[in-house]
């Protein structure tokens, strides 16, 4: 296993892999927890908008302080402290569920303090990837943290989906579930070995200047027009064909059996991302980045056609199958191109840079479509943003060379300036 997984090869990452698994499973559970729970409070798909817009808006609004506090501090450690608070903040909402004291204001304040702790969990323990692995198991590593990311929707829904089914509080049990979770996913990060050298950390001088570094970092990724082409492609993709989280619950109630059918395609992607992401993960050879790049661009907008005009919960779970098995070797692609270019001393800001264009797309895009959902329905929702989609890429691919090249080639047509390379003063 470890020589057809070479990632695995590494202890630490390893333990760095379970985390993630644990981390994502958490935040997974929590997301159809809320949604749920909002739309038995509501029936109201704007009001399941806002909560998870409230989720995922912190990575947008912090990622810059995230991101650059993982270029600064002691990576290891501060993703630990983050996932420590997302527990506390998981119990507190279990409790209010259980005891019957919930109201939506106390679901959105929390999500929001939820979203915060994944907002400086991620970029810290993502930055981690390059110092636990050599670069010719980059592609590898960054894949499995696609299987966590996107293959744990098999683990904290197909759970939560069974306690909220059996349970007539099992609601309140997913959360408690969430937090046991990232208690889990800390004392993996505990277990680690490996530590930072004292050159790689930074002063501590001008250590709360954000702007300046965020900036830097945004300049580098503008400049460098691989970064950009990317970055930009990863927000419409978000944007386009999988900010559909608002929808699920409206949509799960009019094909039948409510909160069984939604956890049931929630499990279908996470199926369908942990089958895909594994192929990925074998793959050494960089020609192949390219083919993975269309098919699963192409895929994810055909799959939300089969979501959009599901009549039964087979077709609509089918639909979210073929989502995760779409979606998420798109996205760890892509997140081992920028990974593969960026120099150290940029990579925390530059994970955060792209955690905030993907957050933020699905977090806008998710409260614009649950606000919109109510006047026009679900469906229509599913349907003209993946046509959208399809043809930005395809125009895209046809038209871009940057992108043609890429699409053909699995690399990157130029190279970025010399300048570039030049570390950032902080």
């Known amino acids: ?57 912190p990575m947008l609004f912090l990622g810059p302080v995230a991101g650059t506090f993982a270029d600064r501090f002691d990576r290891r450690k501060m993703a630990m402290v983050a996932a420590l608070f997302g527990a506390l903040v998981s119990f507190l909402l279990g409790f209010l569920t259980l005891t019957g004291s919930v109201v939506m204001w106390h679901v959105v304040v929390l999500a929001i303090l939820q979203g915060t702790a994944m907002a400086a969990v991620t970029p810290a323990s993502e930055a981690i990837i390059p110092s636990l692995v050599p670069p010719e198991h980059l592609l590898s590593a960054v894949s499995f943290r696609g299987i966590a990311r996107h293959g744990s929707k098999v683990i904290g829904p197909f759970i939560g989906g069974i306690l909220m ?35 790689l950390l930074p002063s501590t001088e001008s250590i709360f200047n954000v702007i300046s570094p965020m900036a830097a970092a945004a300049k580098y990724a503008y400049v460098d027009k691989r970064l950009l082409m990317v970055l930009s492609l990863i927000g419409v993709h978000c944007g386009f064909t999988m900010a559909y989280d608002a929808l699920l619950p409206g949509l799960s109630d009019e094909i039948g059996s409510g909160s069984s059918t939604f956890a049931a395609i929630s499990v279908g992607v996470g199926f369908g991302a942990l089958i895909t992401t594994l192929a990925v993960s074998t793959i050494s050879d960089e020609s192949a980045r390219g083919r993975i790049l269309i098919v699963s661009g192409l895929g994810s907008g055909i799959s939300l056609l089969f979501i959009g005009f599901a009549t039964n919960p087979l077709v609509a779970i089918f639909g979210g199958f073929l989502s995760g098995a779409t979606e998420a070797p798109y996205m760890a692609v892509s ?13 925390g800001r530059m994970m955060a840079v792209y955690i905030m ?10 409260l614009g479509f649950g606000l919109v959902a109510d006047f026009t ?43 570039l390379r030049e570390p950032v003063s902080s």
């Not at 579930?177 to 996913?185: K, Q």
């Not at 264009?357 to 998710?366: E, R, S």
């Open 1 to 57: 296993m470890l020589a057809k997984f070479p990632c695995l090869q590494s202890p630490d990452f390893r333990k760095l892999f379970y985390n993630y698994v644990l981390t994502s499973a958490a935040a997974w559970a929590s997301l159809l927890g809320r949604g749920w729970l909002i739309f038995e409070l509501t029936g109201s798909s704007s009001a399941v908008g806002l909560v998870t817009f409230g989720g995922m808006a």
């Open 165 to 199: 089914a059996l349970l007539d509080d099992g609601t309140g049990w997913v959360f408690v579930l969430t937090a046991l979770f990232f208690l889990m996913a800390t004392f993996q990060l505990y277990r680690i070995q490996w530590r930072p050298s004292a050159t």
């Open 335 to 347: 997140a081992t191109l920028i990974q593969q270019v960026v120099p150290d001393e940029y990579r």
């Open 357 to 366: 264009i993907a957050a933020g797309f699905m977090a806008f895009m998710n």
């Open 377 to 419: 329905g679900e469906r229509i929702l599913f349907i003209v943003p993946s046509v959208l989609w399809l043809i930005i890429f395809v125009f895209g691919g046809l038209f871009s060379p940057g992108l043609r090249h890429l699409l053909r080639t699995g690399s990157f047509r130029t190279e970025p300036a010399t300048e």
